[in-house]
Each structure stands twice: as structure tokens, then as C-alpha cells.
């Protein structure tokens, strides 16, 4: 009879065991929850146009498809000395400001790369126009863009005099190139 009553011992130590067991398995579980959360993140945009005529704005993205600029006097009739100028607006859009950056005009063509044109571009301000009274009364151009408010530019093209000017049949383009770089509010 031992035997039996040591079975039902060793029977009662393990169902005690196994009861244990799995109140301590309930007791682990609840100490390994686990919880999660995540987000969905996207690149803002913005918009930079310009514009010949202040009023209509559309993209130039490469210089292949840069805007023609009108200046006030025929700049392909050109005479040593002679000065002639363009206007041009900045548009930015979207929520943010930008800097404002302008890249070194890049010129082809023996009228360009002689040094025989000389340029330089100052703000109007809110007026949209240039010749050389608005270039004169002209700013620096701001560094920074707020959407909506457009920055009117004069450009300024001196064809050089004396030794070393323009001959006749010199010819030349020019690209002007401003990049604009969205900053956090």
C-alpha cells in the first residue's frame, strides 16, 4: 500500500507543481505586453516661378527652358557703351520661406566669354519694371522669399567701350540662374 500512497503523493506534488506552473506562466505573460504606435511622414513642396511681365508666373527648372528676357533697348543691336535692362520677378509658393541664392551668370559666345558684357541685378521692391532710374534707386537682393510676396529684379547689361570692346558681329547669350532653398519656420 505505500506504493499507492506514495503514487498518490508524487500525484498530488506534480498537480501542485503543474498548478504552480501555470499561475506562474499568467503571472509572465502579463510582465511581457507589448504596445506599438507609428507615424506617416512626407516631404513638404513649394513652388518657384518667375516671371517677365510680373504677372504671369511659370517654372524654368533648366536653363534650356529659361525664360527670354525683353529688355528696354534691342540688346542685339548693341554699341560700345550702351546699356540696356530687363526686368524679372521671383514668385515663391507653398507655406515656408526660402533663401534666396543667385548663381554666377553663365555666358556663351565670344561677346560673353571676351569680357565684353558686363551685368549686375538689384531689387525693385514691390514695383515691377527696370531701366536706369529703378536700377539706380535698386537694393540688394533680399537673401530670404516669403510665399506670396514676389521680388522684383532690374538686370543690368553694360556692353564695354574703348580697347578691348564690342566689334561688330559679336554675339553672346547669357543665363541668369537664382535657387531657392526652403527653411523651417
Not at 16 to 33: K, P
Not at 49 to 68: L, M
Not at 99 to 104: E, F, G, P, S, W
Request: glycine fraction near 12%; aromatic fraction near 8%; charged fraction near 10%.
Amino acid at each position: 500500500m505505500a506504493t499507492k500512497d506514495t503514487q498518490r503523493k508524487v500525484l498530488a506534488v506534480l498537480a501542485g507543481g503543474l498548478v504552480l506552473g501555470v499561475g506562474v506562466a499568467v503571472t509572465l505573460a502579463a510582465w511581457n505586453d507589448s504596445e506599438f504606435a507609428n507615424g506617416t511622414f512626407t516631404a513638404g513642396s513649394f513652388t518657384f516661378t518667375g516671371s517677365t511681365d510680373g504677372t504671369t508666373f511659370s517654372e524654368h527648372a533648366t536653363d534650356d527652358a529659361a525664360a527670354s528676357l525683353t529688355f528696354e533697348l534691342n540688346p542685339t543691336n548693341l554699341s560700345p557703351g550702351d546699356v540696356v535692362y530687363a526686368p524679372y520677378a521671383l514668385r515663391l509658393g507653398g507655406t515656408y520661406d526660402a533663401t534666396l541664392d543667385a548663381v554666377a551668370p553663365v555666358g556663351a559666345g565670344d561677346f560673353v566669354t571676351a569680357g565684353k558684357l558686363t551685368y549686375d541685378v538689384v531689387s525693385t521692391g514691390t514695383t515691377f519694371g527696370c531701366d536706369e532710374t529703378a536700377f539706380a534707386a535698386g537694393t540688394a537682393v533680399p537673401a530670404t522669399m516669403t510665399p506670396g510676396t514676389d521680388v522684383n529684379l532690374c538686370i543690368q547689361v553694360t556692353a564695354a567701350s574703348g580697347a578691348g570692346g564690342i566689334e561688330q558681329g559679336d554675339t553672346g547669350t547669357v543665363t541668369w540662374q537664382w535657387n531657392a532653398t526652403s527653411v523651417q519656420p
